[in-house]
């Protein structure tokens, strides 16, 4: 089966870069994707990662090793806003030519002045 | 402007009762997904569909089903909710590149 793992918490200070890390084993992986998730809202799309490398859209980035299973979301020049769930998802397309996304549980990321 | 939209915001139903989420997109897109949400287990996929009258069960799909008559529409059917039913249902739709989430139905059975 798939399995996604990501830390449950971290919290790091206003300001600050942090590191949000996601190790996955799917054996029809086709893509890589992270979300941010406010509490009581709905996830929304960050980054798209489905090649090897670092992907960088403004404060935040996402790096994919295939070879290794794992992935990456960096966060640079926190800022408050930024307190929140960042769920890591995986791209399945083993079974048919569907594409099945499995989401991880997300790292809940909290914010300190 | 991208948009999926939910038939419910919150939704309180009674055990035993048939329950009908509904989802709406308006981007052509041919990939559709029902997920459910709970704290600590993050989204869960109950079914997804990559084209209309196609579907697939994704981890957790006992207990419910779905219909995609038209491929702007997505529905979830409770055949008879359960209290363990109880929970955040998100529906999305997708492109290969992106996946756009509705804004979700905070489902409570009693």
């Known amino acids: 089966g798939q399995n996604i793992d990501q830390p449950t918490e971290m919290t790091a200070t206003e300001g600050a870069i942090v590191q949000i890390n996601c190790t996955y084993q799917t054996s029809g992986f086709n893509g890589l994707f992270w979300y941010q998730q406010h509490a009581g809202e709905a996830p929304t799309f960050l980054s798209y990662?489905?090649?090897?490398g670092l992907e960088e859209k403004g404060r935040f980035s996402s790096f994919l090793s295939r070879s290794k299973g794992y992935s990456y979301l960096l966060l640079k020049e926190l800022q408050m806003k930024d307190s929140a769930s960042y769920l890591c998802?995986?791209?399945?397309?083993?079974?048919?030519?569907?594409?099945?996304?499995?989401f991880g549980s997300g790292t809940r990321l909290s914010i300190r002045p | 402007d991208v948009k999926v939209t939910q038939s419910s915001r919150y939704l309180v139903k009674r055990t035993g009762e048939k329950v009908f989420l509904e989802c709406v997109q308006d981007m052509d897109h041919e990939n559709m997904f029902w997920y459910r949400q709970d704290p600590g287990l993050g989204l869960r996929l109950i079914y997804f569909?990559?084209?209309?009258?196609?579907?697939e069960k994704g981890d957790i799909p006992e207990g419910y089903s779905v219909s995609r008559e038209k491929k702007e529409r997505f529905s979830l059917i409770l055949e008879s909710a359960s209290t363990n039913q109880t929970s955040m249902y998100l529906c999305a739709s997708s492109t290969k590149e992106t996946q756009y989430f509705g804004p979700g139905t905070r489902l409570l059975v009693l």
């Open positions: 998802a995986v791209r399945d397309i083993r079974y048919s030519s569907a594409s099945k996304i499995i």
């Open positions: 990662n489905v090649l090897d």
């Open positions: 569909s990559y084209d209309v009258k196609m579907k």
